[in-house]
């Protein structure tokens, strides 16, 4: 059964894996193979680990998020008034696929009609990762009934109460980095360190809204017109980011000697080539 899109992206297919590239190699000092497997990353050490560690994501226990922060004790919402586990195993009872023994796309799709908001939004990454999910689109039975006793959370009403709480840490940078880290974790394959390129573009252009980020739609236009690059990774996606907070719309102040990932040296060249004007 063909995965539905929650939150913009499905699953990626399972033959992207490998080296986008192969043998080309970076640069930069700091990114020896910034085409293709592991690299420093500047969120924490070891670089793009499997967010999966050794278990499966469903039945049993949730997976971990490799060197991504765990999401910080949520804010209680006015209203909070205690937590019943029951109540949350009824929920995820109601929510869950017995095949999948998780629930699934069409789940999540269900819990976005009840809390009136569209499976697209943001604000269901922010849930998925204060659940810790481990995959994109899933809740196991663990990471759903534990992360919302974490947030207090037992009833539909208590978790729209607490959608402005998840809206406000989207704009908050220090725990938007660690979810836009996440998005990334969750959204490739199992034991890949890569993202597939169209899922990569589809989450930036969900995710980097606004004019804190002026880059992402000649960036996204690159990715397509590129032939070099088939997928990004980890130490790409979190640059990218930084990229659009530090780097002037006229692209003054971008070094390409310093530690910025190739991928971003050849956007840089692509659009001045192009003359690109950022608005």
Request: aromatic share 10%.
């Amino acid at each position: 059964k063909p995965h539905q899109r929650v939150f913009g992206a499905s699953r990626a297919p399972a033959t992207i894996g490998g080296a986008c590239m192969g043998g080309k190699g970076s640069k930069k000092q700091r990114q020896p193979a910034s085409r293709g497997g592991g690299t420093s990353s500047p969120y924490g050490s070891g670089g793009p680990t499997s967010p999966y560690g050794g278990g499966s994501s469903y039945g049993g226990g949730s997976g971990s998020r490799g060197s991504a922060s765990p999401p910080p004790e949520p804010t209680k919402p006015p209203q909070d008034e205690g937590c019943d586990r029951v109540k949350i195993e009824a929920l995820y009872d109601r929510l869950a696929s017995a095949e999948d023994q998780a629930i699934n796309p069409d789940g999540i799709m269900q819990l976005c009609k009840e809390l009136e908001v569209p499976p697209e939004d943001p604000v269901m990454l922010a849930l998925s990762w204060h659940l810790n999910a481990a995959v994109n689109s899933y809740f196991s039975r663990i990471e759903f009934v534990d992360g919302l006793a974490k947030l207090r959370v037992d009833t539909i009403s208590k978790l729209k109460a607490q959608l402005p709480v998840f809206r406000q840490e989207l704009t908050d940078i220090t725990k938007f980095r660690e979810i836009y880290k996440y998005a990334f974790l969750c959204s490739k394959e199992k034991d890949a360190k890569i993202l597939d390129l169209e899922v990569a573009t589809t989450l930036l252009q969900l995710l980097l809204v606004g004019n804190s980020y002026p880059f992402v739609e000649s960036f996204r236009t690159f990715l397509r017109e590129q032939q070099s690059y088939k997928s990004i990774n980890l130490d790409q996606w979190v640059s990218f980011l930084e990229f659009n907070r530090t780097v002037r719309k006229d692209f003054a102040g971008y070094d390409e000697t310093s530690a910025w990932p190739v991928l971003l040296d050849e956007y840089v060249e692509w659009a001045k080539e192009k003359q690109i004007k950022i608005a």
